[in-house]
């Protein structure tokens, strides 16, 4: 059975020997990282060690079998599928704008472009000139649907993702969506307050049911037609399809939207051939807590897909919300 030298570094000596493995191999998954602890493939002078003592306990490590064994992230290729822009970076973080149409983390089967798989191949490219202490493995800590286009942030570290992660569970991060809806929307700002569980067929239900959890939900609106209505939304909560059911459950729905919309008709030419490429949400603003220093509030103006709809449906984006 063969067996590879670990290369270890002091610069990572309060890491986790499974988050410093993750550092190395971006390209793997935390479920097959710690399958290898669990088949005793990383050790020490032959033994089995655990996933959770510090890089810095170890003198080195060794890999017992052959990494081909493990099952990699594909990093497809961008060819039909347009690619996340960085909109901001530092050492804790990059922010991406990303185009409706590309998911947040791989696929089930791993076969289509992502966030993430973009990311990893951006990382490898930049290895070539990195040495080992400035590796990093981003590290996904809230995502968006595929076909909202508009802001993922995105930790560079185990600790910013930790508080990343707990400052969105705890609802610590203000968010702002902009979102097209079916019929003209009154009054001028509504707050839906109804729990979301899950329904069938991939949908998600408003309603008090056992296994629903509290939503909140407010939309304000800032263009508006008989026809359709262009809102700024405020989820308070992170529940799945939030503003997207709430949506639905006030009555105006998403004008596009496969799931939760209307129904593709004459009345709404503008659907057709749309509803399985974008909705009409978009994610524009995120503001983090003011324990985050400078930056911690980020924009993403809508792309020209969402804008194009606006001018379609004869509603005005306020200039706020436009370049400038």
Known sequence: MSKTSIELDEHFSDYYVHDYLLILWPWLSSKT???????????????????????????????????SEAQAIPTPPFEST???????????MIVLSKPAGLSVIPDRDRQLPSCLSWLIQKELEERKTKSLPEY???RIVHRIDRLTSGLVIVAKTPDVEKALARDFENHEVGKEYLAILQGEVRPAQITVNCP??????????????????DALTTFTVLSSNKEATLVSVQPQTGRTHQIRVHAWAMGHPLILDPKYGPKQN??????AGSGDRLLSLHSYQYSLSKEWP???????????EFTSLISQLKLKLPPAYQSR
């Open 33 to 67: 990282v710690k399958s290898f602890f669990e088949h005793g493939k990383v050790r020490v002078n032959n033994r089995p060690i655990s996933p959770w003592s510090e890089v810095g306990e170890h003198q080195h490590l060794e890999f017992v079998g052959e990494l």
């Open 82 to 92: 347009p690619e996340p822009t960085p909109i901001f970076e530092d050492h804790r």
């Open 136 to 138: 990093l493995r981003y």
């Open 196 to 213: 979301i569980g899950p329904g069938r067929k991939g949908k998600m239900r408003a309603g008090f049911q056992n296994s629903a959890s």
């Open 266 to 271: 004459s009345t709404f030419p503008h659907s």
């Open 294 to 304: 400078q930056s911690r509030s980020f924009k993403c103006l809508p792309p020209m």
